[in-house]
């Protein structure tokens, strides 16, 4: 049981880092089109912007996502939570609630509403 806490531990671990990432690598992204729309004042460097700030929204949500499972395996056996996950149809219920929590969490909400935000302003600002 102990070796499951510490691999649940480090998967969580994994899985903040992996956030973290993405959300450096959206904000680099977001810079560089902010930039390049700035300097030629082209409106599609700005509209193509947005397709790659969802997808690193989805992405991170998944990070999230997969964080709260983790978190989950201290209160479970492992061989009980695979179980209950494969053959139960409340837990898929359950996951897809989950996983909706996680696309909509509050942090992501914020910061991946905010980078949407400013694009809208600024595509709108030049048309």
Known sequence: MKKNLNSSKNCILIMEKNS?????????????VLVLAASTTN?????????P????????????????????FPDQSLGNFYSELMLS?????????????????????M??????LTLSILSLSLL
């Not at 991170?60 to 964080?67: G, P």
């Not at 149809?89 to 909400?109: H, M, V, Y």
């Not at 910061?111 to 949407?116: H, K, P």
């Open 20 to 32: 973290i990432i993405v959300k450096i690598i959206a904000i680099t992204n977001i810079s560089i």
């Open 43 to 51: 409106l599609h460097y700005l509209l193509f912007a947005f397709v």
């Open 53 to 72: 700030t969802l997808l690193f929204w989805l992405m991170d949500s998944y990070f999230v996502y997969r964080e709260k499972i983790y978190r989950q």
């Open 89 to 109: 149809p409340k837990s898929i219920f359950t996951e897809l609630r989950t996983g909706l929590l996680a696309i909509f969490s509050s942090i992501n909400s």
């Open 111 to 116: 910061f991946y509403g905010a980078m949407l």
